[in-house]
């Protein structure tokens, strides 16, 4: 993972039209549109070449055929995303009913045969520390034992393979009272080799998104959490200076969420991020999502896109080309 100097950031985006909501649904609208994906891609990047994640995920399951090609869920055919400068941030689910670890450590091998020259970050798991929802991998089984001897066996392959650029982790969402335990007891689980293989921690959070946080104490409040996940959940578990990710960040627009608001949430979290990156050890921010799933859909899941469904650009997406342009690492 590039690490923070200068408060310089690698910048990300996940560009898919599917969303998942709070109930174990997922969201759909109008198919993706590859061509203008790709030009608001472009747009986004800014320069030609500078670094930039695309964020996709793909899973493993029951109906996983082992040996052959994975394809993304979403968006679909992400590798066709990662030009002009721009690699893959690869997001591989665990979602085995019956607690096939071996099984989703070969999926991840493969993965890296697959993916690995045009990936970036390669994260293990998505949200494995939420246990109630059945499309996030906390909700299956063995999933603390999946993180540990995935993450060694994606880094593995990858060293195997020569992909010296590869980095491979994991995230979850915030972490607060006893759940903040959760990072050192994977670290105790998997111990040394764990540790080593690790290269950095992915963290989703969506403030004044499904708590209300005040404006004026959003700068504030962002800053303390980006603090406490450092402090009180990486350095417990001996990751004190492993790279720290945004993985997935977004304020989503509707009756009672105007489209100004979004960029000035979109604004404000950045330049926390930015500000903070060399104190906390912050490498990236990612952000959820490029567009809305249906910009006529009932609920707010329906809506964290920086443009609509047809891509037509909200206030938010200038202002993060303006940050991107401002922060992002050369």
């Keep these: 993972m590039t690490t923070a100097h200068d408060g310089r950031l690698l910048f990300g985006v996940y560009p898919g039209g599917v969303a998942g909501d709070d109930s174990g649904g997922l969201t ?7 061509a203008r ?21 793909t899973g493993f399951d029951h109906t996983t055929r082992l040996g052959e090609p994975h394809a993304t869920a979403t968006p679909i055919d992400a590798a066709q995303y990662a030009v002009r400068g721009r690699r893959l941030d690869l997001v591989a689910q665990y979602q085995s ?14 993965l ?27 909700y299956h089984p063995g999933v603390n034992e999946a993180i540990v001897r995935g993450v060694s066996a994606a880094k593995a392959r990858a060293r195997e393979l020569g992909h010296d650029h590869l980095r491979v982790g994991f995230n979850t969402t915030p972490l607060f009272g006893p759940a903040a335990s959760f990072v050192a007891d994977l670290t105790a689980l998997g111990g040394g080799d764990f540790v080593r293989d690790l290269d950095y921690v992915g963290v989703d959070f969506f403030p004044d998104v499904f708590r209300p946080v005040p404006a ?6 962002v800053a303390g959490l980006l603090r406490h996940h450092r402090e009180s959940v990486l350095a417990p578990a001996g990751l ?46 990612t ?3 490029l567009r809305d799933s249906d910009s006529a859909g009932p609920g707010p899941f329906h809506r964290f896109g920086l443009t609509t469904d047809d891509y037509s650009p909200k206030p938010a997406f200038g202002t993060l080309v303006s940050l991107i342009e401002k922060f992002s690492v050369s």
Excluded: K, M
């Design 112 to 138: 890296v045969e697959q993916y690995g020259a045009l990936t970036r970050t390669l994260q293990v798991t998505e949200e494995p520390n939420v246990t109630s929802n059945p499309n996030l991998d906390g």
């Design 240 to 285: 004190r200076h492993t790279p720290l990710h945004i993985t997935e960040h977004g304020w989503p627009t509707g009756p009672d969420r105007s489209w100004r608001r979004q960029a000035e949430v979109v604004d404000t979290v950045v330049r926390v991020v930015a500000d903070h990156a060399q104190e906390l050890g912050l490498s990236g921010y």
């Design 37 to 57: 994906v790709s030009a608001a891609l472009d747009r986004l990047q800014g320069t030609p070449g500078r670094p930039f994640l695309v964020r996709g995920y």
């Design 287 to 289: 952000h959820f999502a």
């Design 97 to 110: 009913a019956a607690g096939d670890v071996d099984g989703y450590c070969r999926f991840l091998r493969e």
């Design 28 to 34: 759909s609208g109008p198919p993706d549109d590859p």
């Design 216 to 221: 004026a104490d959003l700068a504030g409040a």
